[in-house]
Protein backbone atom coordinates (compact mmCIF):
# COMPACT_ATOMS: atom_id res chain seq x y z
CA UNK A 1 0.00 0.00 0.00
CA UNK A 2 2.81 2.24 0.07
CA UNK A 3 3.05 3.43 -3.16
CA UNK A 4 -0.75 3.87 -3.15
CA UNK A 5 -0.16 6.69 -0.14
CA UNK A 6 2.56 8.12 -1.61
CA UNK A 7 1.41 8.76 -5.25
CA UNK A 8 -2.49 10.42 -3.56
CA UNK A 9 -0.30 13.01 -1.73
CA UNK A 10 1.91 13.81 -5.06
CA UNK A 11 -0.85 13.60 -7.70
CA UNK A 12 -4.15 14.84 -6.14
CA UNK A 13 -3.04 18.24 -6.28
CA UNK A 14 -1.37 17.66 -10.53
CA UNK A 15 -5.45 16.79 -10.58
CA UNK A 16 -6.71 20.03 -10.42
CA UNK A 17 -5.60 22.54 -13.07
CA UNK A 18 -7.89 20.91 -15.40
CA UNK A 19 -10.90 22.30 -13.48
CA UNK A 20 -9.87 25.69 -12.69
CA UNK A 21 -10.08 27.55 -15.97
CA UNK A 22 -13.96 26.52 -16.38
CA UNK A 23 -14.34 27.91 -12.77
CA UNK A 24 -13.04 31.54 -12.90
CA UNK A 25 -15.70 32.45 -16.08
CA UNK A 26 -16.69 35.85 -15.21
CA UNK A 27 -20.34 37.90 -15.51
CA UNK A 28 -20.86 40.28 -17.84
CA UNK A 29 -22.00 43.43 -17.42
CA UNK A 30 -20.37 43.96 -14.04
CA UNK A 31 -17.23 45.73 -12.84
CA UNK A 32 -14.35 44.19 -12.23
CA UNK A 33 -12.45 44.38 -8.97
CA UNK A 34 -9.20 44.22 -8.44
CA UNK A 35 -9.19 40.60 -6.94
CA UNK A 36 -11.06 39.91 -10.11
CA UNK A 37 -8.12 40.99 -11.91
CA UNK A 38 -5.85 39.06 -9.91
CA UNK A 39 -7.76 36.27 -10.74
CA UNK A 40 -7.58 36.80 -14.51
CA UNK A 41 -3.83 37.36 -14.09
CA UNK A 42 -2.91 34.16 -12.20
CA UNK A 43 -5.79 31.85 -14.16
CA UNK A 44 -3.52 32.84 -17.90
CA UNK A 45 -0.33 32.33 -16.03
CA UNK A 46 -1.53 28.44 -15.36
CA UNK A 47 -2.64 28.25 -18.57
CA UNK A 48 0.77 29.11 -20.32
CA UNK A 49 2.03 26.63 -17.53
CA UNK A 50 -0.32 24.12 -18.87
CA UNK A 51 0.64 24.82 -22.52
CA UNK A 52 4.57 24.42 -21.74
CA UNK A 53 3.96 21.18 -20.43
CA UNK A 54 2.03 19.87 -23.00
CA UNK A 55 4.21 21.01 -25.68
CA UNK A 56 7.02 19.65 -23.74
CA UNK A 57 9.01 22.71 -23.01
CA UNK A 58 8.60 22.16 -19.40
CA UNK A 59 9.38 19.35 -17.10
CA UNK A 60 7.01 17.50 -15.31
CA UNK A 61 8.34 18.11 -11.79
CA UNK A 62 9.36 21.72 -12.46
CA UNK A 63 6.04 22.49 -13.69
CA UNK A 64 4.00 21.17 -10.37
CA UNK A 65 7.04 23.72 -8.63
CA UNK A 66 5.74 26.49 -10.43
CA UNK A 67 1.94 25.65 -10.35
CA UNK A 68 1.95 25.71 -6.61
CA UNK A 69 3.98 28.89 -6.57
CA UNK A 70 1.20 30.58 -8.54
CA UNK A 71 -1.50 29.05 -6.63
CA UNK A 72 0.42 29.88 -3.30
CA UNK A 73 0.76 33.95 -5.00
CA UNK A 74 -3.17 33.27 -5.75
CA UNK A 75 -4.07 32.58 -2.19
CA UNK A 76 -2.68 35.42 -0.69
CA UNK A 77 -3.47 38.13 -3.32
CA UNK A 78 -7.36 37.56 -3.20
CA UNK A 79 -8.98 39.01 -0.84
CA UNK A 80 -5.86 39.30 1.15
CA UNK A 81 -5.77 43.02 1.31
CA UNK A 82 -4.76 44.86 4.10
CA UNK A 83 -6.52 43.51 7.07
CA UNK A 84 -4.82 40.16 6.56
CA UNK A 85 -1.37 41.24 7.17
CA UNK A 86 -1.88 40.35 11.07
CA UNK A 87 -2.45 36.59 10.68
CA UNK A 88 0.33 34.24 11.86
CA UNK A 89 2.60 33.80 8.32
CA UNK A 90 2.99 29.99 9.94
CA UNK A 91 -0.93 29.63 9.63
CA UNK A 92 -1.32 30.54 5.92
CA UNK A 93 1.89 28.40 5.44
CA UNK A 94 0.14 25.66 6.72
CA UNK A 95 -3.29 25.85 4.81
CA UNK A 96 -1.48 26.66 1.46
CA UNK A 97 0.45 23.07 1.97
CA UNK A 98 -2.28 21.55 2.98
CA UNK A 99 -6.14 22.49 2.18
CA UNK A 100 -5.98 26.14 1.58
CA UNK A 101 -4.67 25.22 -2.57
CA UNK A 102 -7.84 23.28 -3.48
CA UNK A 103 -9.99 25.34 -1.25
CA UNK A 104 -8.70 28.33 -3.01
CA UNK A 105 -9.85 27.07 -6.17
CA UNK A 106 -13.57 26.29 -4.44
CA UNK A 107 -13.56 30.03 -2.57
CA UNK A 108 -13.18 31.11 -6.26
CA UNK A 109 -15.70 28.73 -7.56
CA UNK A 110 -18.69 29.84 -5.25
CA UNK A 111 -17.74 34.06 -5.63
CA UNK A 112 -18.06 33.75 -9.44
CA UNK A 113 -21.00 35.32 -10.58
CA UNK A 114 -20.67 37.27 -7.32
CA UNK A 115 -18.10 39.64 -7.73
CA UNK A 116 -19.52 42.02 -4.67
CA UNK A 117 -18.00 38.90 -2.61
CA UNK A 118 -15.09 39.82 -3.83
CA UNK A 119 -13.82 43.20 -1.32
CA UNK A 120 -10.39 44.23 -0.94
CA UNK A 121 -11.07 43.74 2.66
CA UNK A 122 -11.97 40.48 2.92
CA UNK A 123 -9.74 38.20 5.00
CA UNK A 124 -8.44 35.11 3.71
CA UNK A 125 -10.44 31.73 3.85
CA UNK A 126 -10.15 30.82 7.92
CA UNK A 127 -10.66 26.75 9.29
CA UNK A 128 -14.02 28.02 10.16
CA UNK A 129 -14.90 29.23 6.62
CA UNK A 130 -13.71 26.22 5.21
CA UNK A 131 -17.04 23.97 6.24
CA UNK A 132 -19.35 26.63 4.97
CA UNK A 133 -17.63 26.94 1.56
CA UNK A 134 -17.89 23.61 1.25
CA UNK A 135 -21.87 23.19 2.06
CA UNK A 136 -22.71 26.80 -0.10
CA UNK A 137 -20.76 24.59 -2.90
CA UNK A 138 -23.23 21.48 -2.30
CA UNK A 139 -26.35 23.64 -2.03
CA UNK A 140 -25.44 24.73 -5.31
CA UNK A 141 -25.24 21.64 -6.78
CA UNK A 142 -28.35 20.35 -5.21
CA UNK A 143 -30.00 23.40 -7.29
CA UNK A 144 -27.94 22.91 -10.32
CA UNK A 145 -27.11 18.95 -10.48
CA UNK A 146 -25.70 19.00 -14.28
CA UNK A 147 -22.71 21.43 -13.02
CA UNK A 148 -19.58 18.57 -13.59
CA UNK A 149 -16.52 20.61 -12.47
CA UNK A 150 -18.65 21.59 -9.27
CA UNK A 151 -19.31 17.87 -8.44
CA UNK A 152 -15.43 17.54 -9.52
CA UNK A 153 -14.13 20.43 -7.08
CA UNK A 154 -16.41 19.76 -4.06
CA UNK A 155 -15.20 15.75 -4.18
CA UNK A 156 -11.33 17.19 -4.16
CA UNK A 157 -12.03 19.18 -1.40
CA UNK A 158 -14.05 16.51 0.40
CA UNK A 159 -10.96 14.07 -0.12
CA UNK A 160 -8.25 16.04 0.63
CA UNK A 161 -10.38 16.76 4.33
CA UNK A 162 -10.31 12.81 4.56
CA UNK A 163 -14.19 12.59 4.34
CA UNK A 164 -13.29 9.73 1.47
CA UNK A 165 -17.36 8.56 1.76
CA UNK A 166 -18.76 11.90 0.73
CA UNK A 167 -16.19 12.45 -2.11
CA UNK A 168 -17.23 9.03 -3.35
CA UNK A 169 -20.47 10.29 -3.97
CA UNK A 170 -19.41 13.66 -5.42
CA UNK A 171 -17.05 11.66 -8.07
CA UNK A 172 -20.14 9.70 -8.58
CA UNK A 173 -21.81 12.57 -9.91
CA UNK A 174 -19.43 14.14 -11.93
CA UNK A 175 -18.41 10.70 -13.60
CA UNK A 176 -22.17 10.30 -14.52
CA UNK A 177 -21.84 13.47 -16.83
CA UNK A 178 -18.40 13.34 -17.44
CA UNK A 179 -18.20 9.20 -18.26
CA UNK A 180 -14.08 9.24 -20.01
CA UNK A 181 -12.35 11.79 -18.06
CA UNK A 182 -9.48 9.84 -16.88
CA UNK A 183 -7.93 12.09 -14.48
CA UNK A 184 -11.81 11.73 -12.75
CA UNK A 185 -12.19 8.35 -12.93
CA UNK A 186 -8.61 7.70 -11.40
CA UNK A 187 -9.63 10.73 -8.22
CA UNK A 188 -13.02 8.89 -7.85
CA UNK A 189 -11.36 4.80 -8.00
CA UNK A 190 -8.89 6.50 -5.73
CA UNK A 191 -11.21 7.93 -3.14
CA UNK A 192 -13.76 4.83 -3.44
CA UNK A 193 -10.66 3.02 -2.41
CA UNK A 194 -9.69 5.26 0.46
CA UNK A 195 -13.43 4.65 1.75
CA UNK A 196 -13.72 0.84 1.63
CA UNK A 197 -10.16 0.40 3.79
CA UNK A 198 -7.36 1.65 1.83
CA UNK A 199 -8.49 -1.65 -1.05
CA UNK A 200 -9.01 -1.19 -4.39
CA UNK A 201 -10.04 -4.66 -5.42
CA UNK A 202 -13.53 -4.67 -7.01
CA UNK A 203 -15.41 -1.33 -8.33
CA UNK A 204 -12.12 0.97 -7.69
CA UNK A 205 -10.62 -1.39 -10.01
CA UNK A 206 -13.04 -1.32 -12.46
CA UNK A 207 -12.64 2.58 -12.85
CA UNK A 208 -8.99 2.46 -12.46
CA UNK A 209 -9.33 0.16 -15.78
CA UNK A 210 -11.68 2.75 -17.38
CA UNK A 211 -9.42 5.48 -16.63
CA UNK A 212 -6.40 3.72 -18.64
CA UNK A 213 -8.67 2.76 -21.54
CA UNK A 214 -9.47 6.67 -21.81
CA UNK A 215 -5.82 7.76 -21.57
CA UNK A 216 -3.36 5.01 -21.01
CA UNK A 217 -0.43 7.30 -20.17
CA UNK A 218 -2.62 8.76 -17.15
CA UNK A 219 -0.31 8.87 -14.28
CA UNK A 220 -2.38 8.03 -11.54
CA UNK A 221 -4.15 5.46 -12.99
CA UNK A 222 -1.25 3.55 -13.74
CA UNK A 223 -0.03 4.14 -10.28
CA UNK A 224 -3.26 2.85 -8.69
CA UNK A 225 -3.26 0.17 -11.17
CA UNK A 226 0.17 -1.20 -10.18
CA UNK A 227 -1.13 -0.54 -6.70
CA UNK A 228 -4.00 -2.94 -7.23
CA UNK A 229 -1.87 -5.53 -9.20
CA UNK A 230 0.58 -5.60 -5.69
CA UNK A 231 -2.18 -6.11 -3.58
CA UNK A 232 -3.29 -9.25 -5.17
CA UNK A 233 0.48 -10.27 -5.45
CA UNK A 234 0.39 -9.60 -9.02
CA UNK A 235 4.21 -8.55 -9.11
CA UNK A 236 4.65 -8.97 -12.58
CA UNK A 237 1.57 -6.83 -13.53
CA UNK A 238 2.41 -4.15 -11.22
CA UNK A 239 6.12 -3.50 -12.47
CA UNK A 240 4.74 -3.17 -15.86
CA UNK A 241 2.61 -0.27 -15.05
CA UNK A 242 4.96 1.44 -12.93
CA UNK A 243 7.77 0.82 -15.27
CA UNK A 244 5.01 2.95 -17.99
CA UNK A 245 5.08 5.50 -15.43
CA UNK A 246 8.73 5.75 -15.60
CA UNK A 247 9.13 6.21 -19.34
CA UNK A 248 6.39 9.75 -18.27
CA UNK A 249 7.93 11.45 -15.78
CA UNK A 250 11.61 13.11 -15.41
CA UNK A 251 14.28 10.60 -14.05
CA UNK A 252 15.52 12.84 -11.24
CA UNK A 253 12.05 13.62 -9.94
CA UNK A 254 11.08 12.80 -6.28
CA UNK A 255 7.58 10.73 -7.91
CA UNK A 256 10.47 8.48 -9.86
CA UNK A 257 12.43 7.32 -6.99
CA UNK A 258 9.45 6.18 -5.13
CA UNK A 259 8.14 4.03 -8.21
CA UNK A 260 11.47 2.80 -8.55
CA UNK A 261 11.93 1.62 -5.09
CA UNK A 262 8.10 0.35 -5.32
CA UNK A 263 9.08 -1.42 -8.10
CA UNK A 264 12.34 -2.85 -6.40
CA UNK A 265 10.05 -4.52 -3.95
CA UNK A 266 7.95 -6.00 -6.79
CA UNK A 267 10.51 -7.64 -8.03
CA UNK A 268 11.96 -8.72 -5.28
CA UNK A 269 9.00 -10.04 -3.72
CA UNK A 270 8.33 -11.71 -7.53
CA UNK A 271 11.25 -13.54 -7.70
CA UNK A 272 12.96 -10.86 -9.82
CA UNK A 273 11.72 -9.29 -13.23
CA UNK A 274 12.11 -11.40 -16.67
CA UNK A 275 13.96 -8.39 -17.81
CA UNK A 276 16.92 -8.30 -15.13
CA UNK A 277 19.62 -10.71 -15.26
CA UNK A 278 20.41 -10.94 -11.69
CA UNK A 279 23.39 -14.08 -12.05
CA UNK A 280 25.19 -12.24 -14.56
CA UNK A 281 25.61 -9.06 -12.58
CA UNK A 282 26.83 -11.33 -9.77
CA UNK A 283 29.18 -12.74 -12.18
CA UNK A 284 30.28 -9.66 -13.15
CA UNK A 285 31.01 -8.20 -9.30
CA UNK A 286 27.57 -5.76 -9.79
CA UNK A 287 26.53 -7.56 -6.20
CA UNK A 288 26.93 -6.48 -2.73
CA UNK A 289 25.25 -8.27 0.47
CA UNK A 290 25.58 -8.74 3.85
CA UNK A 291 23.35 -8.09 6.88
CA UNK A 292 21.21 -5.57 8.47
CA UNK A 293 20.80 -5.08 12.36
CA UNK A 294 19.44 -2.30 14.60
CA UNK A 295 21.08 -0.78 17.63
CA UNK A 296 19.34 -1.76 20.63
CA UNK A 297 18.68 1.72 22.02
CA UNK A 298 16.83 2.59 19.41
CA UNK A 299 14.30 -0.11 19.58
CA UNK A 300 11.64 1.64 21.10
CA UNK A 301 11.37 4.30 18.22
CA UNK A 302 10.45 1.62 15.44
CA UNK A 303 6.96 0.17 14.81
CA UNK A 304 6.80 -3.50 13.01
CA UNK A 305 5.22 -2.06 9.68
CA UNK A 306 7.55 0.97 9.40
CA UNK A 307 9.68 0.93 5.89
CA UNK A 308 13.21 -0.35 5.48
CA UNK A 309 15.22 1.19 2.84
CA UNK A 310 18.25 -0.95 2.21
CA UNK A 311 20.47 0.76 -0.81
CA UNK A 312 24.00 1.15 -2.09
CA UNK A 313 25.38 4.55 -3.33
CA UNK A 314 28.68 5.13 -4.66
CA UNK A 315 31.34 6.08 -2.32
CA UNK A 316 32.96 8.41 -4.75
CA UNK A 317 30.17 9.85 -6.50
CA UNK A 318 26.59 11.06 -6.96
CA UNK A 319 24.22 10.00 -3.66
CA UNK A 320 21.71 8.82 -6.03
CA UNK A 321 21.23 5.29 -5.09
CA UNK A 322 22.50 2.19 -7.58
CA UNK A 323 20.55 -0.23 -5.94
CA UNK A 324 17.66 -0.05 -3.63
CA UNK A 325 15.59 -2.77 -2.08
CA UNK A 326 12.62 -2.48 0.65
CA UNK A 327 11.74 -3.95 3.65
CA UNK A 328 9.08 -3.64 7.01
CA UNK A 329 11.23 -2.77 10.14
CA UNK A 330 9.52 -6.48 11.72
CA UNK A 331 12.21 -8.61 9.15
CA UNK A 332 15.21 -6.99 11.44
CA UNK A 333 17.97 -8.41 11.35
CA UNK A 334 17.86 -9.25 8.04
CA UNK A 335 20.31 -10.16 5.41
CA UNK A 336 19.65 -8.57 1.94
CA UNK A 337 21.49 -8.67 -1.52
CA UNK A 338 21.59 -5.56 -3.57
CA UNK A 339 22.42 -6.59 -7.16
CA UNK A 340 21.90 -4.66 -10.68
CA UNK A 341 18.66 -5.67 -11.02
CA UNK A 342 17.35 -3.33 -8.43
CA UNK A 343 19.08 -0.66 -10.39
CA UNK A 344 16.84 3.03 -10.11
CA UNK A 345 18.24 3.92 -13.76
CA UNK A 346 20.13 1.52 -16.23
CA UNK A 347 23.03 4.41 -16.66
CA UNK A 348 23.82 3.86 -12.62
CA UNK A 349 24.45 0.47 -11.78
CA UNK A 350 26.76 -1.32 -9.11
CA UNK A 351 28.47 -2.64 -11.45
CA UNK A 352 29.81 0.62 -12.42
CA UNK A 353 31.56 1.71 -9.65
CA UNK A 354 34.55 -0.43 -7.78
CA UNK A 355 33.20 1.00 -4.02
CA UNK A 356 30.14 1.64 -2.42
CA UNK A 357 28.36 2.37 0.51
CA UNK A 358 25.74 0.43 1.79
CA UNK A 359 23.01 2.18 3.57
CA UNK A 360 19.76 1.24 5.75
CA UNK A 361 16.62 3.93 6.54
CA UNK A 362 14.05 3.42 8.96
CA UNK A 363 10.37 5.70 7.95
CA UNK A 364 7.33 5.61 9.52
CA UNK A 365 5.98 7.48 6.70
CA UNK A 366 7.54 5.46 3.36
CA UNK A 367 8.94 8.35 1.80
CA UNK A 368 11.56 7.55 -0.28
CA UNK A 369 13.89 10.82 0.68
CA UNK A 370 15.42 11.16 3.79
CA UNK A 371 13.26 12.60 6.66
CA UNK A 372 14.04 13.95 10.20
CA UNK A 373 13.28 11.44 12.72
CA UNK A 374 14.03 8.65 10.29
CA UNK A 375 16.67 6.27 11.75
CA UNK A 376 19.50 5.26 9.65
CA UNK A 377 22.91 2.70 9.35
CA UNK A 378 25.72 3.22 7.15
CA UNK A 379 28.51 0.76 5.87
CA UNK A 380 32.63 1.97 5.74
CA UNK A 381 33.61 2.26 2.09
CA UNK A 382 33.50 -1.67 0.35
CA UNK A 383 34.34 -2.74 -2.56
CA UNK A 384 31.70 -4.02 -4.93
CA UNK A 385 31.32 -7.87 -5.06
CA UNK A 386 31.73 -7.72 -1.09
CA UNK A 387 29.63 -10.04 0.94
CA UNK A 388 28.64 -10.22 4.49
CA UNK A 389 28.44 -6.08 5.52
CA UNK A 390 27.49 -5.01 8.28
CA UNK A 391 25.01 -2.49 8.64
CA UNK A 392 23.83 -0.70 11.95
CA UNK A 393 21.06 1.30 11.79
CA UNK A 394 22.43 3.64 15.10
CA UNK A 395 21.66 7.26 14.32
CA UNK A 396 18.02 9.49 14.07
CA UNK A 397 18.14 12.02 11.17
CA UNK A 398 17.70 14.94 12.54
Not at 60 to 74: F, P, Q, S, T, V
Not at 142 to 161: H, N, T
Amino acid sequence: MTVFLVIIGLLIAGALLFIVPPLLRRGTGVAVSRDAINVAVYRDQLRELEADLRAGTLAADHYEKARREIEARLLEDVGGGGAAAGKPRARAAALTLGIAIPLCALAIYLVVGNPQALSPQAESVSEQQVQMLIERLAARLRDSPEDAEGWILLGRSYAVLGRFGEATQAYANATARMPKNAQLLADYADALGMAQGRRLQGEPEKIIARALEADPDNLKALALAGTAAFEKNDYAKAVDHWERMLRLVPADSELAQAVRASIAEARTLGGGAPASKPAQSAAAGGRVSGVVKLAPELAGKIAPNDTVFIFARAADGPRMPLAVLRRQARDLPLEFALDDSMAMTPAMKLSDHPRVVVGARISKTANANPQAGDLQGLSAPVKVGAERVNVVIDTELR
